[in-house]
C-alpha cells in the first residue's frame, strides 16, 4: 500500500516561505517520479513541480520557476517542496503525487498516488 502524507502547510504572509515535505510508504519510494500539485479554489489542479527517481530531471510550472524548489531525499523516503517568495496567488491545496514510472510525462503527468494535502494560504 502506497501511502504519501504531506506536512509544513500554513497561513504566510505575501514574500514568506513554507518548506513542504511529503513523507513516503510503501514499496521502492526511491524508484518513482514524484510530484506536487496545487488547487486553488475554483480552478484546475495543476502541476507545481516534478523530480524524476534520481533527481536528475526536474520540472517547474513558469508561475513558479525561481520561487519554488523541488528536492527529494531518497533515503528518507521524503519529498519537499520549499516555497520562496510566496505571492496571493499561490493560496492553493497543495498535493504530493507519485507518477507510475521513474520519470514523468509532461504532456499527460497523470500521477498513479496522491497524498491528501496541505494548505496554503498567502495574506496581504
Known amino acids: 500500500q502506497v501511502l504519501l502524507v504531506e506536512s509544513g502547510g500554513g497561513l504566510v504572509q505575501t514574500g514568506g516561505s513554507l518548506r513542504l515535505s511529503c513523507a513516503g510508504s510503501?514499496?521502492?519510494?526511491?524508484?518513482?517520479?514524484m510530484g506536487w500539485f496545487r488547487q486553488a479554489p475554483g480552478k484546475e489542479r495543476e502541476l507545481v513541480a516534478a523530480?524524476?527517481?534520481?533527481?536528475?530531471?526536474?520540472y517547474y510550472a513558469d508561475s513558479v520557476k525561481g520561487r519554488f524548489t523541488i528536492s527529494r531525499d531518497n533515503a528518507k523516503n521524503t519529498l519537499y517542496l520549499q516555497v520562496n517568495s510566496l505571492k496571493l496567488e499561490d493560496t492553493a491545496m497543495y498535493y504530493c503525487a507519485r507518477f507510475a514510472g521513474q520519470s514523468y510525462d509532461l504532456s499527460d503527468p497523470t500521477p498513479a498516488y496522491w497524498g491528501q494535502g496541505t494548505q496554503v494560504t498567502v495574506s496581504s
Open positions: 523530480i524524476s527517481w534520481l533527481g536528475a530531471k526536474i
Open positions: 510503501g514499496p521502492s519510494f526511491s524508484n518513482y517520479a
